[in-house]
């Protein structure tokens, strides 16, 4: 469904055709065309100025995340699968105009979940039990950024800062500051609920750093 930003005023409504939907975005070399990613492993591609479907790839195992920077002519996809009964994750590249695989793909055989993409593109951030993982996306190399003592549900990025959150199985919120280039700094930790966070779609911030001022909406 697509709805108008000035009055809320439901303009369209378009089948996809597909399972369900996992991911959706504008395209990063086209704001007319849409991204659409879904469960049974599909990248689609419609142009939004009459909703014809362009385009459809089958990119492998299902895909969970379609992840999209402004800042890199490139698009990711996190796809899930099974080996020999053990869940397998990949990161895959491709680029965004003409959407072809890219070769060097990263495989993650430990369960892990809530993968965000820096604004830069140069980064993506995930969660595996209580720890919070970093990939280049350039190199492919992993590392951890942050260990915290209980399991963590939910990440948010910050759009224009070095500024991330987390959050835990008991609704705990972790600001992390300088998580790019220092590895995460504690800022704050916040209770705010006695459950688990499910998620959240976007983190902002006042332009000042002192005192921060964050508005998490999940």
Request: with cysteine; glycine share 6%.
């Amino acid at each position: 469904m697509v709805y108008s930003t000035r009055n809320a005023a439901l303009l369209h409504v378009q089948k996809l055709g597909c399972s369900e939907v996992t991911g959706l975005s504008p395209s990063p070399t086209n704001s007319q065309q849409l991204l659409v990613t879904s469960r049974d492993g599909t990248l689609s591609v419609w142009d939004m100025t009459d909703w014809t479907l362009m385009k459809r790839l089958t990119v492998g195992s299902s895909v969970s995340h379609l992840l999209i920077s402004r800042s890199t002519e490139h698009i990711f996809l996190v796809t899930r699968g099974t080996e020999s009964g053990n869940t397998i994750t990949t990161i895959q590249k491709h680029c965004a105009a003409t959407l072809s695989h890219i070769s060097n793909s990263l495989t993650i055989k430990k369960p892990c979940d809530n993968f965000r993409i820096s604004s830069c593109g140069n980064f993506i951030m995930f969660t595996r039990d209580t720890r919070v993982r970093v990939i280049n996306t350039s190199t492919c190399a992993t590392f951890t950024r942050f260990t915290h003592d209980m399991d963590l549900c939910a990440v948010a990025l910050h759009p224009t800062r070095n500024l991330a959150a987390v959050a835990d199985v008991n609704g705990r919120i972790c600001l992390l500051n300088d998580w790019i280039v220092k590895g995460c700094v504690e800022v704050e930790v916040q209770h705010w609920h006695a459950n688990q966070v499910g998620g959240w779609g976007s983190l902002h911030a006042q332009t000042s750093y002192s005192p921060v001022v964050l508005k998490v909406f999940w």
